[in-house]
């Protein structure tokens, strides 16, 4: 029997949830791993928003909300665009769904016909591109390399743009590199875009307060406001304030794209927990100072890891300017021999080796489209951070160098 659609053939298991089972299965045989695979909060929900979970229960918030979001929190995300991006949405332009995965999700099958390109801008959160396969979209992969700070260039961008191109992702700061994109950098791709007006733009900001070196976020359709009916913005309350569990995310875009995309999820879950919103409306209303001390403890972890790597002969990193990532080059390693003699041909090999020489569970930079490079989220405490380093630095000190760093 054949249980599986053909259409999911193409599509791999996330990297990350595949790296951190193995990491449990791993740890439940005994084995002493530090798992700094998955990317969420290591901080606990504020206990404001749990109380306000707790009170909207008891109220009765307990039926089936609005498809599109309840008022109050769509009313909540307009006031925090307007406030914090300077953007104008109504309640009408505004979804709440399940998380900022389901947002993704909603606007591809919404929006895609089959063999519509969507551009991505390699390293790049894997999901994007299981999203489109799953749709039957193409993704076209854009190499944004390291000596650019890993962020997309106007050329490469023009050069990629064909009749068939339907989206462009952006994502601000981005998931894996922490690529931040200055003002100049925005308004060099809109007007590449101005010129192609059958491109539409999701901006995931989804890690927007999680930026560092006291930079200022700007969001995509604020910085290039004559192509804000073309964009989506994505966002959520999952990482900024340590609630992945809750599962609640917006998009706020044209009111026709918002439409069918109510129209979507109406079909795959009729809304969101009503509970969680009333949470998410209170996070954020309420008060912002856990944002920023979590934000500012992201800061002190991104520094003490960029200062650690440095000192690793072979490694090399540049400070991801956002975040909770560390995407760390290890090109030297490339055709290295392991203390038990085989070769490390590419980055999963490498995060092979480091998970069994250093119990360290990291994701291959293969699972993001750029290699040779591992991904390790820094949302650890700094004593964990401290001794993933320790133990990283031991375990590449036994790999004997291999052709390519003779
Ligand atoms: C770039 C990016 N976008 C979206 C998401 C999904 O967030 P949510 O928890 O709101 O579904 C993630 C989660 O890792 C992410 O890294």
Not at 112 to 130: H, I, N, R, T, W
Not at 197 to 204: E, M, R, W
Not at 225 to 233: A, I, M, Q, S
Not at 259 to 287: D, E, H, R, W, Y
Request: aromatic share 8%; glycine share 8%; proline share 6%.
């Amino acid at each position: 029997m054949r249980y599986a659609a053909s259409r999911l053939e193409p599509v791999k298991p996330s990297a990350s949830a595949w790296v951190s089972q193995a990491a449990k299965a791993a740890k439940a045989g005994g084995e002493d791993i530090i798992d700094l695979g998955l990317g969420e909060p290591d901080f606990d929900t504020p206990p404001h928003i749990i109380e306000a979970a707790h009170r909207a229960a008891l109220a009765g918030e307990t039926r089936y909300p609005p498809t599109n979001g309840t008022l109050a929190l769509r009313n909540a995300v307009a006031d925090k665009l307007a406030r914090e991006n300077a953007l104008a949405y109504s309640a009408d332009e505004i979804i709440v769904s399940n998380g900022a995965k389901q947002v993704l999700f909603n606007a591809m099958m919404a929006t895609l016909e089959d063999g519509d390109e969507v551009l991505l801008c390699a390293p790049y959160f894997g999901q994007y591109k299981d999203i489109v396969l799953i749709l039957g979209g193409t993704p076209v992969t854009i190499a944004c390399p390291a000596d650019n700070g890993f962020r997309l260039t106007p050329e490469a961008l023009e050069a990629a743009i064909t009749p068939r191109t339907r989206w462009l992702m952006l994502n601000l700061p981005s998931n894996p590199a922490g690529a931040v994109y200055r003002d100049a950098d925005l308004h060099a791709l809109g007007a590449v875009l101005a010129k192609h007006d059958h491109v539409l733009v999701l901006s995931d900001e989804i890690y927007e307060h999680i930026l560092f070196d006291n930079a200022q976020f700007r969001s995509f359709a604020a910085t290039c406001p004559d192509l804000k009916d073309r964009v989506l913005t994505v966002n959520g309350v999952s990482k900024a304030y340590a609630m992945t569990g809750w599962r609640i995310g917006y998009g706020a875009g044209p009111q026709a794209l918002i439409a069918a995309m109510t129209k979507v999820q109406s079909q795959i879950c009729s809304g969101a927990c009503s509970v969680a919103q009333a949470a998410a409306v209170a996070a954020l209303n309420g008060p912002q100072d856990e944002v920023r001390r979590f934000s500012a403890a992201f800061e002190a972890r991104r520094n003490l890891v960029v200062d650690r790597i440095a000192g690793m002969d072979g490694l090399t990193l540049d400070p991801p300017g956002g975040a909770f990532y560390a995407y760390i080059g290890c090109e030297a390693f490339i055709g290295a021999t392991t203390p038990d003699g085989s070769e490390i041909e590419n980055d999963a090999d490498f995060t092979a080796f480091i998970l069994k020489a250093a119990g360290i569970a990291a994701v291959p930079g293969s699972a993001y489209e750029l290699s040779p490079f591992f991904r390790i989220s820094t949302a650890a405490s700094e004593d964990v951070l401290n001794t993933a380093m320790d133990r990283l630095a031991a375990a590449i000190s036994t790999l004997k160098p291999g052709k390519s760093s003779t």
